[in-house]
Protein backbone atom coordinates (compact mmCIF):
# COMPACT_ATOMS: atom_id res chain seq x y z
CA UNK A 1 0.00 0.00 0.00
CA UNK A 2 1.52 3.24 -0.91
CA UNK A 3 1.45 6.01 1.66
CA UNK A 4 -1.32 8.66 1.43
CA UNK A 5 -0.89 12.34 2.82
CA UNK A 6 -2.26 15.63 2.81
CA UNK A 7 -0.76 18.96 3.09
CA UNK A 8 -2.29 22.45 3.09
CA UNK A 9 -1.05 24.84 0.60
CA UNK A 10 -1.74 28.31 -0.28
CA UNK A 11 -3.39 28.79 -3.81
CA UNK A 12 -1.47 32.24 -3.49
CA UNK A 13 1.59 32.00 -2.98
CA UNK A 14 2.38 28.07 -2.50
CA UNK A 15 3.64 28.18 1.12
CA UNK A 16 2.68 24.86 2.92
CA UNK A 17 1.82 23.51 6.31
CA UNK A 18 0.36 20.54 8.10
CA UNK A 19 -2.41 22.18 9.12
CA UNK A 20 -5.11 24.69 8.38
CA UNK A 21 -4.15 28.22 8.86
CA UNK A 22 -6.21 31.08 8.34
CA UNK A 23 -3.73 33.78 7.60
CA UNK A 24 -0.67 32.61 5.04
CA UNK A 25 2.30 33.70 7.25
CA UNK A 26 4.33 34.18 3.30
CA UNK A 27 1.97 36.01 1.68
CA UNK A 28 -0.31 37.45 4.12
CA UNK A 29 -3.53 36.30 2.52
CA UNK A 30 -6.56 35.34 4.28
CA UNK A 31 -8.53 32.30 3.34
CA UNK A 32 -6.04 30.79 0.80
CA UNK A 33 -5.21 27.16 2.41
CA UNK A 34 -6.65 24.08 0.63
CA UNK A 35 -5.82 20.77 1.63
CA UNK A 36 -4.13 18.44 -1.47
CA UNK A 37 -3.58 15.14 -1.35
CA UNK A 38 -0.23 14.25 -1.92
CA UNK A 39 0.52 10.50 -2.98
CA UNK A 40 3.67 9.08 -2.71
CA UNK A 41 5.19 7.30 -4.94
CA UNK A 42 8.97 5.56 -5.63
CA UNK A 43 10.68 8.74 -7.96
CA UNK A 44 12.76 5.64 -10.22
CA UNK A 45 9.45 4.60 -11.77
CA UNK A 46 9.10 7.99 -13.06
CA UNK A 47 12.86 8.62 -14.31
CA UNK A 48 12.13 5.65 -16.52
CA UNK A 49 10.05 8.18 -18.50
CA UNK A 50 12.32 10.05 -20.56
CA UNK A 51 13.84 7.91 -22.61
CA UNK A 52 16.21 9.54 -23.89
CA UNK A 53 17.50 10.58 -20.48
CA UNK A 54 20.62 8.55 -20.58
CA UNK A 55 22.18 11.15 -19.17
CA UNK A 56 25.57 10.14 -17.26
CA UNK A 57 24.56 13.15 -15.22
CA UNK A 58 23.04 11.09 -12.43
CA UNK A 59 26.59 9.54 -11.41
CA UNK A 60 27.54 13.37 -10.67
CA UNK A 61 29.29 16.17 -11.91
CA UNK A 62 32.88 17.17 -12.54
CA UNK A 63 33.96 20.54 -11.57
CA UNK A 64 35.17 22.19 -14.23
CA UNK A 65 37.16 25.72 -14.83
CA UNK A 66 35.12 28.50 -16.08
CA UNK A 67 37.17 29.52 -18.77
CA UNK A 68 37.00 25.97 -20.04
CA UNK A 69 33.54 26.00 -20.52
CA UNK A 70 32.54 26.04 -24.17
CA UNK A 71 29.14 27.55 -25.20
CA UNK A 72 29.55 26.33 -28.47
CA UNK A 73 27.86 23.41 -27.26
CA UNK A 74 24.31 25.64 -26.88
CA UNK A 75 23.90 27.61 -30.09
CA UNK A 76 20.52 29.18 -29.45
CA UNK A 77 17.94 27.87 -31.30
CA UNK A 78 16.79 30.98 -33.79
CA UNK A 79 13.05 31.79 -33.22
CA UNK A 80 11.49 33.49 -36.41
CA UNK A 81 10.43 37.22 -35.53
CA UNK A 82 12.80 40.02 -33.96
CA UNK A 83 10.54 40.82 -31.42
CA UNK A 84 10.55 37.56 -29.69
CA UNK A 85 13.97 37.33 -30.49
CA UNK A 86 14.90 40.18 -28.47
CA UNK A 87 12.81 39.16 -25.43
CA UNK A 88 14.51 35.89 -25.45
CA UNK A 89 17.53 37.37 -25.63
CA UNK A 90 18.65 35.94 -28.97
CA UNK A 91 17.01 33.13 -29.54
CA UNK A 92 15.52 29.76 -27.22
CA UNK A 93 18.60 28.16 -25.31
CA UNK A 94 18.50 24.71 -25.75
CA UNK A 95 17.23 22.95 -22.57
CA UNK A 96 15.66 26.36 -21.15
CA UNK A 97 12.02 26.52 -19.23
CA UNK A 98 9.93 29.15 -20.00
CA UNK A 99 6.72 29.99 -18.22
CA UNK A 100 4.56 32.21 -20.68
CA UNK A 101 2.25 34.25 -18.71
CA UNK A 102 -0.99 36.17 -19.60
CA UNK A 103 -5.22 36.75 -18.90
CA UNK A 104 -7.33 34.83 -20.96
CA UNK A 105 -8.36 35.43 -24.44
CA UNK A 106 -4.86 37.94 -24.43
CA UNK A 107 -3.37 35.87 -27.77
CA UNK A 108 -0.92 33.53 -25.82
CA UNK A 109 -1.95 30.14 -27.60
CA UNK A 110 -1.88 32.32 -30.64
CA UNK A 111 2.08 33.43 -30.28
CA UNK A 112 2.72 29.46 -29.36
CA UNK A 113 1.42 27.91 -32.27
CA UNK A 114 2.47 30.89 -34.51
CA UNK A 115 5.96 30.12 -33.42
CA UNK A 116 5.66 26.30 -33.26
CA UNK A 117 4.62 26.25 -37.28
CA UNK A 118 6.90 28.81 -38.23
CA UNK A 119 9.75 26.62 -36.91
CA UNK A 120 9.66 24.66 -39.94
CA UNK A 121 12.70 22.56 -39.22
CA UNK A 122 12.09 22.02 -36.26
CA UNK A 123 9.90 19.13 -34.64
CA UNK A 124 7.46 20.55 -32.06
CA UNK A 125 4.84 19.47 -30.30
CA UNK A 126 1.98 21.46 -29.05
CA UNK A 127 0.20 19.93 -25.99
CA UNK A 128 -3.02 21.34 -25.64
CA UNK A 129 -5.27 20.43 -22.65
CA UNK A 130 -7.83 23.50 -23.39
CA UNK A 131 -8.28 22.97 -26.57
CA UNK A 132 -9.35 20.37 -29.59
CA UNK A 133 -7.12 18.96 -32.49
CA UNK A 134 -9.67 20.87 -34.53
CA UNK A 135 -9.98 24.63 -32.52
CA UNK A 136 -6.29 24.23 -33.49
CA UNK A 137 -5.97 23.33 -36.95
CA UNK A 138 -8.64 26.22 -37.12
CA UNK A 139 -6.33 28.48 -35.21
CA UNK A 140 -3.81 27.45 -37.58
CA UNK A 141 -5.26 27.71 -41.10
CA UNK A 142 -6.44 31.30 -39.45
CA UNK A 143 -2.88 31.98 -38.83
CA UNK A 144 -2.51 30.53 -42.31
CA UNK A 145 0.84 28.47 -42.31
CA UNK A 146 -0.58 24.91 -42.75
CA UNK A 147 2.62 23.09 -43.95
CA UNK A 148 4.91 22.54 -40.78
CA UNK A 149 6.66 19.86 -38.90
CA UNK A 150 4.43 20.34 -35.58
CA UNK A 151 2.65 17.64 -33.88
CA UNK A 152 -0.60 18.54 -31.91
CA UNK A 153 -1.39 16.27 -29.08
CA UNK A 154 -4.44 16.61 -26.74
CA UNK A 155 -3.66 15.19 -23.79
CA UNK A 156 -3.70 15.80 -19.76
CA UNK A 157 -2.00 13.51 -18.02
CA UNK A 158 2.12 14.18 -17.80
CA UNK A 159 2.82 10.78 -18.25
CA UNK A 160 1.09 10.14 -21.29
CA UNK A 161 2.51 13.32 -22.65
CA UNK A 162 6.13 11.97 -21.76
CA UNK A 163 4.86 8.65 -23.56
CA UNK A 164 4.05 10.36 -26.65
CA UNK A 165 6.97 12.82 -26.84
CA UNK A 166 9.71 9.61 -26.23
CA UNK A 167 7.77 8.43 -29.53
CA UNK A 168 8.31 11.13 -31.47
CA UNK A 169 11.31 12.98 -29.66
CA UNK A 170 10.43 16.61 -30.59
CA UNK A 171 13.13 19.26 -30.62
CA UNK A 172 10.73 21.51 -28.62
CA UNK A 173 7.55 21.19 -26.83
CA UNK A 174 5.14 23.69 -25.76
CA UNK A 175 2.21 22.93 -23.06
CA UNK A 176 -1.00 24.65 -23.26
CA UNK A 177 -1.43 25.11 -19.82
CA UNK A 178 0.33 24.46 -17.29
CA UNK A 179 -2.98 24.19 -14.96
CA UNK A 180 -4.71 21.95 -17.05
CA UNK A 181 -2.09 19.16 -16.85
CA UNK A 182 -2.02 16.28 -13.92
CA UNK A 183 0.15 13.83 -13.40
CA UNK A 184 -1.12 10.73 -11.59
CA UNK A 185 1.88 10.87 -8.64
CA UNK A 186 -0.29 13.27 -7.02
CA UNK A 187 -3.67 13.09 -6.12
CA UNK A 188 -5.50 16.80 -6.00
CA UNK A 189 -7.01 18.42 -9.16
CA UNK A 190 -5.67 20.00 -11.81
CA UNK A 191 -4.71 23.44 -11.42
CA UNK A 192 -3.90 23.20 -7.48
CA UNK A 193 -0.88 24.25 -6.01
CA UNK A 194 0.57 20.61 -5.53
CA UNK A 195 -0.49 19.41 -9.29
CA UNK A 196 1.02 22.71 -11.24
CA UNK A 197 3.87 22.47 -9.09
CA UNK A 198 4.89 18.79 -9.70
CA UNK A 199 3.98 18.88 -13.56
CA UNK A 200 6.15 22.16 -13.73
CA UNK A 201 9.06 19.88 -12.16
CA UNK A 202 8.76 17.10 -14.01
CA UNK A 203 9.03 19.14 -17.10
CA UNK A 204 12.15 21.02 -15.66
CA UNK A 205 13.75 17.68 -15.06
CA UNK A 206 13.05 16.58 -18.96
CA UNK A 207 14.03 19.94 -20.16
CA UNK A 208 17.04 19.48 -18.48
CA UNK A 209 18.17 15.84 -18.88
CA UNK A 210 16.82 15.47 -22.55
CA UNK A 211 18.21 19.52 -23.81
CA UNK A 212 14.75 20.28 -25.17
CA UNK A 213 13.46 23.66 -25.04
CA UNK A 214 9.72 23.50 -23.12
CA UNK A 215 7.43 26.64 -22.99
CA UNK A 216 4.55 26.01 -20.71
CA UNK A 217 1.71 28.58 -21.10
CA UNK A 218 0.39 30.09 -17.71
CA UNK A 219 -2.50 31.69 -16.98
CA UNK A 220 -3.25 34.84 -14.60
CA UNK A 221 -5.05 35.71 -11.59
CA UNK A 222 -7.27 38.63 -11.45
CA UNK A 223 -4.74 40.53 -9.71
CA UNK A 224 -2.01 39.79 -12.39
CA UNK A 225 0.38 37.57 -11.12
CA UNK A 226 1.06 33.75 -12.53
CA UNK A 227 -2.12 31.52 -11.44
CA UNK A 228 -0.67 29.46 -8.78
CA UNK A 229 2.21 28.79 -6.98
CA UNK A 230 5.15 32.00 -6.87
CA UNK A 231 7.17 28.71 -6.50
CA UNK A 232 7.04 28.29 -10.85
CA UNK A 233 8.48 31.58 -11.51
CA UNK A 234 11.51 30.35 -9.33
CA UNK A 235 11.47 26.99 -10.89
CA UNK A 236 12.01 28.06 -14.78
CA UNK A 237 14.91 29.67 -16.41
CA UNK A 238 12.33 33.08 -18.15
CA UNK A 239 9.05 34.10 -17.29
CA UNK A 240 6.91 35.56 -20.56
CA UNK A 241 4.25 37.87 -19.58
CA UNK A 242 1.61 39.36 -22.50
CA UNK A 243 0.10 41.60 -21.66
CA UNK A 244 -2.35 44.60 -23.22
CA UNK A 245 -5.76 45.64 -23.03
CA UNK A 246 -7.92 43.39 -24.68
CA UNK A 247 -10.09 46.20 -26.24
CA UNK A 248 -6.67 47.55 -27.81
CA UNK A 249 -5.23 45.62 -30.67
CA UNK A 250 -1.64 46.22 -29.40
CA UNK A 251 -0.13 43.59 -27.27
CA UNK A 252 2.96 43.75 -24.94
CA UNK A 253 5.52 40.99 -24.99
CA UNK A 254 7.82 41.44 -21.67
CA UNK A 255 10.04 39.28 -20.14
CA UNK A 256 9.96 39.42 -16.32
CA UNK A 257 12.78 36.81 -15.39
CA UNK A 258 15.11 35.55 -18.14
CA UNK A 259 18.71 33.96 -16.72
CA UNK A 260 19.75 34.94 -20.45
CA UNK A 261 19.25 37.72 -21.59
CA UNK A 262 18.12 40.77 -20.00
CA UNK A 263 14.65 41.68 -18.55
CA UNK A 264 13.84 45.17 -19.92
CA UNK A 265 12.81 44.27 -23.36
CA UNK A 266 9.60 44.65 -24.92
CA UNK A 267 7.87 43.12 -28.05
CA UNK A 268 4.96 44.43 -28.84
CA UNK A 269 2.32 42.79 -31.25
CA UNK A 270 -0.75 43.42 -33.29
CA UNK A 271 -3.61 41.03 -33.35
CA UNK A 272 -5.24 41.06 -36.63
CA UNK A 273 -7.63 38.50 -38.31
CA UNK A 274 -4.69 36.43 -39.37
CA UNK A 275 -3.02 35.98 -35.66
CA UNK A 276 -0.56 38.36 -34.33
CA UNK A 277 1.60 40.64 -36.32
CA UNK A 278 5.07 42.16 -35.02
CA UNK A 279 5.28 45.81 -34.87
CA UNK A 280 8.43 47.17 -35.80
CA UNK A 281 8.09 50.76 -35.52
CA UNK A 282 6.29 51.12 -32.48
CA UNK A 283 6.59 55.04 -32.60
CA UNK A 284 4.45 55.54 -35.29
CA UNK A 285 1.49 53.95 -34.07
CA UNK A 286 1.40 55.05 -30.55
CA UNK A 287 1.67 58.58 -31.96
CA UNK A 288 -1.67 59.64 -33.13
CA UNK A 289 -1.49 61.81 -36.48
CA UNK A 290 -3.60 65.60 -35.52
CA UNK A 291 -4.66 67.96 -38.06
CA UNK A 292 -3.95 70.79 -35.49
CA UNK A 293 -2.36 70.55 -31.75
CA UNK A 294 -4.63 70.37 -28.97
CA UNK A 295 -4.26 70.61 -25.40
CA UNK A 296 -3.29 68.18 -23.12
CA UNK A 297 -0.85 65.78 -25.50
CA UNK A 298 2.77 65.86 -25.19
CA UNK A 299 4.91 63.39 -26.97
CA UNK A 300 7.79 61.54 -24.77
CA UNK A 301 10.73 60.16 -25.88
CA UNK A 302 11.04 56.80 -23.47
CA UNK A 303 12.93 53.71 -23.77
CA UNK A 304 11.62 50.41 -23.56
CA UNK A 305 14.73 48.31 -22.78
CA UNK A 306 17.24 49.02 -25.27
CA UNK A 307 14.83 50.14 -27.90
CA UNK A 308 14.03 54.19 -28.17
CA UNK A 309 10.30 54.53 -28.50
CA UNK A 310 7.95 57.71 -28.73
CA UNK A 311 4.86 57.77 -26.85
CA UNK A 312 2.00 60.05 -26.32
CA UNK A 313 0.85 61.05 -23.08
CA UNK A 314 -2.40 62.97 -22.81
CA UNK A 315 -3.71 64.64 -19.61
CA UNK A 316 -7.18 66.11 -18.98
CA UNK A 317 -7.78 68.50 -16.14
CA UNK A 318 -10.84 69.68 -15.30
CA UNK A 319 -12.75 71.51 -12.54
CA UNK A 320 -13.78 68.63 -9.85
CA UNK A 321 -17.46 68.93 -9.90
CA UNK A 322 -18.42 66.45 -7.20
CA UNK A 323 -16.38 67.52 -3.90
CA UNK A 324 -13.08 65.19 -3.73
CA UNK A 325 -11.20 65.68 -6.82
CA UNK A 326 -10.25 62.60 -8.70
CA UNK A 327 -7.01 60.84 -9.75
CA UNK A 328 -6.85 58.35 -12.57
CA UNK A 329 -4.24 57.45 -14.43
CA UNK A 330 -3.82 54.29 -17.52
CA UNK A 331 -0.54 53.26 -18.15
CA UNK A 332 1.26 55.24 -15.61
CA UNK A 333 1.49 54.32 -11.99
CA UNK A 334 -1.15 56.55 -9.67
CA UNK A 335 1.32 57.53 -7.01
CA UNK A 336 4.00 58.79 -8.83
CA UNK A 337 1.06 61.07 -11.09
CA UNK A 338 0.21 62.09 -7.48
CA UNK A 339 4.12 63.01 -6.36
CA UNK A 340 4.02 65.03 -9.74
CA UNK A 341 0.72 66.71 -8.99
CA UNK A 342 2.09 67.90 -5.73
CA UNK A 343 5.62 69.12 -6.49
CA UNK A 344 3.81 71.01 -9.24
CA UNK A 345 1.46 72.67 -6.77
CA UNK A 346 4.16 73.30 -4.21
CA UNK A 347 7.50 74.17 -6.52
CA UNK A 348 5.53 75.72 -9.26
CA UNK A 349 2.25 77.17 -7.80
CA UNK A 350 -0.47 75.50 -10.04
CA UNK A 351 -3.46 74.94 -7.81
CA UNK A 352 -4.36 71.64 -8.71
CA UNK A 353 -6.09 70.36 -5.62
CA UNK A 354 -9.12 70.74 -6.54
CA UNK A 355 -9.25 69.63 -10.24
CA UNK A 356 -9.59 66.15 -11.27
CA UNK A 357 -6.57 64.73 -13.28
CA UNK A 358 -6.98 62.07 -15.57
CA UNK A 359 -3.74 60.56 -17.42
CA UNK A 360 -3.45 58.46 -20.60
CA UNK A 361 -0.66 56.56 -22.55
CA UNK A 362 -1.69 56.14 -26.02
CA UNK A 363 -1.91 52.01 -26.99
CA UNK A 364 -3.00 51.03 -23.44
CA UNK A 365 1.14 50.91 -22.84
CA UNK A 366 1.93 50.68 -19.14
CA UNK A 367 5.54 53.45 -18.83
CA UNK A 368 7.81 52.58 -16.27
CA UNK A 369 10.51 54.89 -17.67
CA UNK A 370 10.75 58.36 -15.26
CA UNK A 371 11.94 59.85 -18.75
CA UNK A 372 8.56 60.43 -19.46
CA UNK A 373 7.92 62.50 -15.99
CA UNK A 374 8.51 66.03 -17.77
CA UNK A 375 5.82 65.17 -20.75
CA UNK A 376 3.38 64.32 -18.58
CA UNK A 377 3.95 67.74 -16.46
CA UNK A 378 3.40 69.30 -19.24
CA UNK A 379 0.18 67.78 -20.87
CA UNK A 380 -1.25 68.27 -17.21
CA UNK A 381 -0.67 72.44 -17.22
CA UNK A 382 -1.42 72.09 -21.39
CA UNK A 383 -4.68 71.09 -20.43
CA UNK A 384 -4.55 73.16 -17.24
CA UNK A 385 -4.40 76.38 -19.04
CA UNK A 386 -5.44 74.97 -22.83
CA UNK A 387 -2.60 75.83 -24.32
CA UNK A 388 -1.26 73.14 -27.00
CA UNK A 389 2.39 72.37 -27.37
CA UNK A 390 3.48 72.26 -30.65
CA UNK A 391 3.06 68.84 -32.42
CA UNK A 392 6.94 68.84 -33.63
CA UNK A 393 8.51 69.07 -29.53
CA UNK A 394 8.82 66.25 -27.59
CA UNK A 395 10.03 65.44 -23.86
CA UNK A 396 12.68 63.42 -22.03
CA UNK A 397 13.57 64.47 -18.38
CA UNK A 398 12.57 63.03 -14.78
CA UNK A 399 11.32 65.43 -12.38
CA UNK A 400 12.88 65.89 -9.11
CA UNK A 401 10.68 66.55 -6.23
CA UNK A 402 12.15 70.13 -6.03
CA UNK A 403 11.10 70.60 -9.13
CA UNK A 404 14.25 69.80 -10.57
CA UNK A 405 14.69 68.59 -14.08
CA UNK A 406 16.72 65.45 -13.86
CA UNK A 407 18.58 63.70 -16.64
CA UNK A 408 18.20 60.35 -18.30
CA UNK A 409 20.07 57.14 -19.70
CA UNK A 410 20.52 57.00 -23.29
CA UNK A 411 19.99 60.06 -24.06
CA UNK A 412 22.07 59.94 -27.73
CA UNK A 413 18.68 57.27 -28.42
CA UNK A 414 16.29 58.99 -27.78
CA UNK A 415 17.03 62.49 -29.41
CA UNK A 416 18.01 60.50 -32.96
CA UNK A 417 15.13 58.33 -32.67
CA UNK A 418 12.61 61.66 -32.11
CA UNK A 419 15.11 63.12 -35.09
CA UNK A 420 14.00 60.07 -37.04
CA UNK A 421 10.52 60.52 -36.72
CA UNK A 422 10.55 64.18 -37.67
CA UNK A 423 10.60 65.90 -34.49
CA UNK A 424 12.22 69.40 -34.66
CA UNK A 425 12.55 70.00 -30.93
CA UNK A 426 13.34 67.93 -27.94
CA UNK A 427 13.30 69.23 -24.27
CA UNK A 428 16.16 67.16 -21.87
CA UNK A 429 17.80 68.28 -18.86
CA UNK A 430 20.62 70.42 -19.07
CA UNK A 431 22.56 67.41 -17.31
CA UNK A 432 22.24 65.18 -20.11
CA UNK A 433 23.85 68.19 -22.33
CA UNK A 434 27.80 66.76 -20.59
CA UNK A 435 29.43 64.67 -23.17
CA UNK A 436 26.41 64.76 -25.51
CA UNK A 437 27.83 64.55 -29.19
CA UNK A 438 25.68 67.23 -30.74
CA UNK A 439 27.41 66.20 -34.09
CA UNK A 440 24.97 65.16 -37.29
CA UNK A 441 21.80 66.25 -35.38
CA UNK A 442 19.52 68.87 -36.59
CA UNK A 443 16.88 68.84 -33.79
CA UNK A 444 16.95 71.54 -32.13
CA UNK A 445 17.91 70.80 -27.95
CA UNK A 446 15.96 72.64 -25.44
CA UNK A 447 18.14 71.81 -22.41
CA UNK A 448 16.39 73.19 -19.08
CA UNK A 449 17.37 72.48 -15.42
CA UNK A 450 14.18 73.66 -13.25
CA UNK A 451 10.27 72.94 -14.04
CA UNK A 452 9.57 76.73 -14.47
CA UNK A 453 12.36 77.22 -16.65
CA UNK A 454 10.86 74.48 -19.20
CA UNK A 455 7.17 75.65 -18.94
CA UNK A 456 8.49 79.34 -19.99
CA UNK A 457 10.45 78.58 -22.77
CA UNK A 458 7.83 76.20 -23.81
CA UNK A 459 4.56 78.55 -23.55
CA UNK A 460 6.81 81.49 -24.07
P1 LIG B 1 -5.93 33.02 -27.66
O1 LIG B 1 -4.61 32.76 -28.27
O2 LIG B 1 -6.91 31.90 -27.64
O3 LIG B 1 -5.77 33.57 -26.18
P2 LIG B 1 -5.26 32.85 -24.87
O4 LIG B 1 -4.64 31.55 -25.24
O5 LIG B 1 -4.29 33.82 -24.26
O6 LIG B 1 -6.45 32.68 -23.99
O7 LIG B 1 -6.51 34.28 -28.41
C1 LIG B 1 -7.81 34.63 -28.24
C2 LIG B 1 -8.25 35.90 -28.94
O8 LIG B 1 -7.50 36.27 -30.07
C3 LIG B 1 -9.64 35.64 -29.39
O9 LIG B 1 -10.48 36.54 -28.71
C4 LIG B 1 -9.64 35.85 -30.85
C5 LIG B 1 -8.38 36.59 -31.12
N1 LIG B 1 -7.76 36.24 -32.42
C6 LIG B 1 -7.74 37.18 -33.42
O10 LIG B 1 -8.24 38.31 -33.27
N2 LIG B 1 -7.13 36.85 -34.61
C7 LIG B 1 -6.59 35.64 -34.84
O11 LIG B 1 -6.06 35.38 -35.92
C8 LIG B 1 -6.62 34.68 -33.79
C9 LIG B 1 -6.02 33.32 -33.97
C10 LIG B 1 -7.22 35.02 -32.59
MG1 LIG C 1 -5.28 29.62 -24.79
Redesign the pocket.
Known amino acids: MSKTKTTFFCQNCGAQSGKWIGKCPSCDEWNTYVEEVVHKESKNDRLLLFSAAKHPKNEGNKSILLQDVGLHDFPRIAVPGKELTRVLGGGIVPGSLVLFG??????????M?QLALRLKNLKVLYVSGEESEQQIKM?AE??GITTANCFILQETNTQNIFKQISEISPQLVVI?SIQTLHTSYIDSSPGSVSQVRECAAEFLRFAKETNTPVFM?GHITKEGSLAGPKVLEHMVDTVLQ?EGD?NHIYRLLRATKNRFGNTNEMGIYE??????REVTNPSEILITNRESATSGVAISATMEGNRPMLIETQALVSSAAYGLPQRSSTGFDLRRLSMLLAVLEKRCGFKLGAKDVFINIAGGIRVEDPGIDLALVCAILSSNEDLPIPQTTCFAAEVGLTGEIRPVNRIEQRISEAQKLGFEKIFISSFNLKGLNLKGLHIEIVAVSKMEEAFSKLFE
Do not use: C, Q, V, Y
Request: glycine share 20%.
Open positions: GEPGIGKSTLLRRIDIFRMNGEGL
